[in-house]
């Protein structure tokens, strides 16, 4: 039987919140709740051969629940990237910067001289003999791909608790060893960092390692310009998955907050993606195994209908079928595509011209309305209306249809359906599909809140009527939006978004109490 936390007799009272720790009673809880409260959290850390450390919930978790909050152990510069202040990690203004005088690294100005989290790279560069030189700001610079690296090395001498919770994380090393990025990172980081910093404190090996970890653990941080690299401890431990049950959302300060956007039951795997959710099967395989060095068997990969939308696939070629064309199964994507109702064998060959052709056409594509129109148009005669591309012209339409409110009013009524019906489609698409991309479904959910309150109104002039029921939807669309954007904060678009959105939701709610 458990025993009690503070006086060891065997209970069954239990933490409510956490459902781990054991309580004889009220009194003995409220003593040990200011230690536990820094563990009591709604899931566990399992340890599996298969998956390493992954985490699952201790009991059920309720939607837009917060399951946990954190502080990064540490946050890097990223290994591609233009230079950036080693003080704040944020961009250097090539007009306006001053160069570290100890070290020579460039910093964004007085304000970061001095820093602490430049001060032991700072000691570590000068005693290299000669100063750091800096003076191309625009593109990546090389000297900045080992600088990461670096950061982290001097973690053991930094803070050597925090060098111990980094050093246990996964690096996949042998997995990596011999890839071409691991050879790439070997000449630009595992050999540079002993040469340029004239120094042997540390090994290629532990180098090489370091880089593991880093690539393998890091999360992309958008709170400074350019985003920053940074590792979570707990978070680390997280399944990937294509279909994840975890959304992530960051603070101003670069904490990490992960909460679930839907229902997750007591003892399922918590899981975030590891790639673009909005991206089809293959780019998500592709890129997961060039970073994260593995093949993704995730429920989403593992359907080639995607949950039935059909997001990889080709219409069939056969005259009057409305089936549709996709691989047999994953391990077939690159040979066998067929049609699920006549049987229809297409070549592969086929399937990658288009794809390669739609690529090709979208990504230079000049963003306007009716560009975005005739794409769709001409590629809807070989993909699925919820193809990946069909969707991603889709997305930028939307978006580019009455844009600001007042821009809103004044466009014509074919295409202000238009951006009733895509918003619809697209937010029921990837509800199914990508639930926890919530920065993508809140925006969804205010475009179509607007577009909707701009149909009532023009319905209203013509008719002299408001339209109640209209307009409730309209409502229950921007509460959705700020329950997706909840956690967004006002550095960021969609913190500005969720601004706007509370206001016209209590707009909205006094016109329809009138
Ligand atoms: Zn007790
Ligand atoms: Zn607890
Ligand atoms: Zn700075
Ligand atoms: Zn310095
Ligand atoms: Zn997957
Ligand atoms: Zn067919």
């Known amino acids: 039987m458990p025993t009690c936390a503070i006086c060891g007799i065997p209970t069954e009272h239990k933490c409510t919140n956490c459902n781990q720790t054991f309580y004889c009673g009220k009194v003995h809880q409220k003593q040990h709740w200011l230690t536990h409260k820094v563990d009591c959290r709604p899931f566990k850390v399992e340890h599996s051969d298969q998956l390493g450390r992954y985490l699952v919930a201790t009991r059920s978790i309720k939607p837009f629940e917060i399951i946990l909050k954190e502080a990064p152990l540490i946050c890097t510069p990223s290994q591609v990237t233009s230079p950036v202040c080693l003080g704040c990690l944020n961009g250097i203004e090539p007009s306006d910067y001053i160069d570290c005088e100890n070290c020579g690294w460039p910093l964004c100005g007085i304000e970061c001289k001095g820093k602490p989290e430049h001060?032991?790279?700072?000691?570590?560069?000068?005693?290299?003999?000669?100063?750091?030189?800096?003076?191309?700001?625009?593109?990546?610079?090389?000297?900045?791909?080992?600088?990461?690296?670096?950061?982290?090395?001097?973690?053991?001498?930094?803070?050597?608790?925090?060098?111990?919770?980094?050093?246990?994380?996964?690096?996949?090393?042998k997995l990596r060893r011999g890839s071409m990025q691991w050879k790439a990172d070997l000449e630009s980081i595992g050999k540079f960092i002993?040469?340029?910093?004239?120094?042997?404190?540390?090994?290629?090996?532990?180098?090489?390692?370091?880089?593991?970890?880093?690539?393998?653990?890091?999360?992309?941080?958008?709170?400074?310009?350019?985003?920053?690299?940074?590792?979570?401890?707990?978070?680390?431990?997280?399944?990937?998955?294509?279909?994840?049950?975890?959304?992530?959302?960051?603070?101003?300060?670069?904490?990490?907050?992960?909460?679930?956007?839907?229902?997750?039951?007591?003892?399922?795997?918590?899981?975030?993606?590891?790639?673009?959710?909005?991206?089809?099967?293959?780019?998500?395989?592709?890129?997961?195994?060039?970073?994260?060095?593995?093949?993704?068997?995730?429920?989403?990969?593992?359907?080639?209908?995607?949950?039935?939308?059909?997001?990889?696939?080709f219409k069939c070629t056969t005259p009057d079928c409305i089936g549709v064309i996709l691989p047999s199964s994953l391990k077939e994507w690159n040979s066998k595509w067929r049609c699920s109702t006549c049987g229809n064998h297409v070549d592969i060959s086929f399937i990658k011209d288009i794809l390669e052709k739609a690529g090709k056409d979208l990504n230079p594509m000049t963003r306007t309305a009716d560009n975005c129109i005739k794409y769709i148009q001409n590629y809807q005669k070989w993909l699925t209306n919820r193809h990946f591309y069909i969707c991603q012209a889709k997305i930028q339409l939307v978006q580019l249809i009455g844009t600001d409110p007042k821009e809103l009013m004044t466009v014509p009524e074919d295409k202000l359906n238009l951006k009733l019906e895509y918003c619809k489609e697209l937010l029921d698409l990837y509800e199914k599909l990508a639930p926890c991309e919530i920065r993508m479904l809140g925006t969804f959910c205010f475009e179509l809140h607007s577009a909707i309150a701009e149909h009532t109104r023009r319905v209203a002039l013509k008719t002299s009527l408001s339209p109640k029921n209209m307009l409730e939807e309209s409502l229950l669309y921007v509460d959705k939006c700020i329950n997706y954007l909840q956690h967004e904060c006002d550095i960021f678009v969609e913190g500005h978004i969720l601004k706007q959105a509370k206001i016209n939701r209590d707009a909205l709610r006094m016109v329809l109490v009138m």
Request: contains cysteine.
């Open 119 to 173: 001060e032991v790279e700072c000691e570590f560069t000068v005693k290299r003999g000669s100063k750091v030189s800096v003076k191309e700001f625009t593109n990546p610079h090389p000297l900045y791909q080992c600088m990461g690296t670096v950061r982290c090395l001097l973690l053991a001498k930094k803070d050597p608790e925090k060098w111990k919770v980094f050093s246990e994380l996964e690096s996949l090393e």
């Open 194 to 313: 002993p040469r340029f910093f004239k120094t042997t404190d540390f090994s290629e090996d532990l180098i090489m390692k370091t880089v593991g970890i880093l690539q393998i653990n890091g999360h992309e941080v958008p709170v400074t310009d350019p985003p920053h690299v940074a590792i979570f401890k707990n978070a680390s431990f997280l399944e990937h998955s294509c279909h994840p049950n975890l959304a992530k959302s960051f603070t101003k300060d670069g904490h990490l907050i992960l909460w679930a956007p839907k229902t997750i039951k007591r003892n399922t795997h918590l899981s975030i993606c590891y790639s673009d959710a909005v991206w089809g099967t293959q780019e998500r395989q592709q890129h997961l195994m060039h970073t994260k060095i593995f093949k993704c068997e995730c429920e989403r990969c593992l359907d080639v209908t995607e949950f039935g939308t059909n997001y990889d696939g």
